[in-house]
């Protein structure tokens, strides 16, 4: 069973860059797609960024395309989401799952990203 924490959020003004973590625990990582998702208050959480076993083919929603790079390093067991050029749409709770057999799973906790005007 494949657990992850989040890291990363903060407070950044528009235009300003964040990274965020995602750590796993296990041995399987590199068995799985991971995904980066968010969820802003009184919306549904919806995917942001994912990325294949090995990290060679990458997918992004339209709204952050060309600001947000979803990376791995399987060797550290981590997966990371480089956001720049922030905008105040995308305060959220940024969270990192598991792509299984049945869908996305194994939510960390999340991570909160505030972004001012």
């Known amino acids: 069973q494949v657990q992850l924490v989040e890291s990363g959020g903060g407070l950044v003004q528009a235009g300003g860059s964040l990274r965020l973590s995602c750590a796993a625990s296990?041995?399987?990582?590199?068995?799985?797609?991971m995904g980066w998702f968010r969820q802003a208050p009184g919306k549904e959480r919806d995917s942001v960024a994912t990325t294949t076993r090995s990290g060679g083919n990458t997918y992004y929603t339209d709204s952050v395309k060309g600001r947000l790079t979803i990376s791995r390093d399987n060797a550290k067991n981590t997966v990371y989401l480089q956001m720049s050029s922030l905008k105040p749409e995308d305060t959220a709770v940024y969270y990192c799952?598991?792509?299984?057999?049945?869908?996305?799973?194994?939510w960390g906790q999340g991570t909160q990203v505030t972004v001012s005007s």
């Open positions: 799952a598991v792509q299984n057999g049945t869908g996305w799973g194994n």
């Open positions: 296990g041995r399987t990582f590199s068995s799985y797609g």
